[in-house]
């Protein structure tokens, strides 16, 4: 043990609980900011809204789905 630093087992839980509720939280973000930009997309009838729209509800079940795999696994 150099410098007397020492990790303890409380504190990687900490950490993983924290690295979880960001996680969840940029999820959350990644469907408002979607539903917003498909919406502004079809009201404005603007592809580029849509398709920016489109790729962030790609990237939005993309991260659920990776925070739910590793969630189940610790």
């Given at each position: 043990?150099?410098y007397?630093?020492?990790?303890?087992?409380?504190?990687?839980?900490?950490g993983?609980?924290?690295?979880?509720?960001?996680?969840?939280?940029?999820?959350?973000?990644?469907?408002?900011?979607?539903?917003?930009?498909?919406?502004?997309?079809?009201?404005?009838?603007?592809?580029?809204?849509?398709?920016?729209?489109?790729?962030?509800?790609?990237?939005?079940?993309?991260?659920?789905l990776?925070?739910?795999?590793?969630?189940?696994?610790?």
């Amino acid at each position: 043990m150099k410098y007397g630093l020492k990790r303890h087992k409380g504190m990687r839980e900490k950490g993983t609980d924290k690295w979880r509720s960001t996680c969840a939280k940029l999820v959350a973000l990644e469907f408002v900011l979607s539903a917003i930009f498909l919406s502004l997309g079809h009201v404005l009838e603007n592809y580029y809204f849509k398709g920016v729209g489109i790729g962030l509800l790609i990237s939005w079940v993309t991260g659920a789905l990776a925070y739910f795999v590793v969630r189940k696994k610790t």
